[in-house]
């Protein structure tokens, strides 16, 4: 059984720095791209940023310049780094990943770190 596990969550002051972690387990094969996504009360669930296999990384407007995407594949885990938060960035922090196992190609989904960022 394949499972994305995040961590790092927590509660922050603006303009302060938290760092996600998310460890993949199980019966993997290969690792592809691994995302980060966020989804905020009443808000649908964004991309935030997203890494390839061979570490290209892509980001999205509202969080260039302030978060960092990584990957460990020996550790088959993947990061966020992110800094200069924002109150508009609170939110459930997810990661997904399109993982190889000898059965299939398929996307896997963590369980959600909550990140909130308030005075």
């Known amino acids: 059984q394949v499972q994305l596990v995040e961590s790092g969550g927590g509660l922050v002051q603006p303009e302060g720095s938290l760092r996600l972690s998310c460890a993949a387990s199980g019966p993997i094969v290969n690792i592809y791209n691994m995302n980060w996504y966020r989804q905020a009360p009443g808000n649908q669930r964004e991309v935030v940023a997203t890494?390839?296999?061979?570490?290209?990384?892509e980001y999205r407007d509202f969080v260039r310049g302030r978060f960092t995407i990584s990957r460990d594949d020996a550790k088959k885990t993947v990061y966020l780094q992110m800094n200069s938060l924002k109150p508009e960035d609170t939110a459930v922090y997810l990661c997904?990943?399109?993982?190889?196992?000898?059965?299939?190609?398929?996307?896997?989904w963590g369980q959600g770190t909550q990140v909130t960022v308030s005075s």
């Open positions: 890494i390839s296999r061979e570490g290209t990384a």
């Open positions: 997904q990943a399109k993982i190889q196992t000898r059965a299939s190609i398929a996307d896997y």
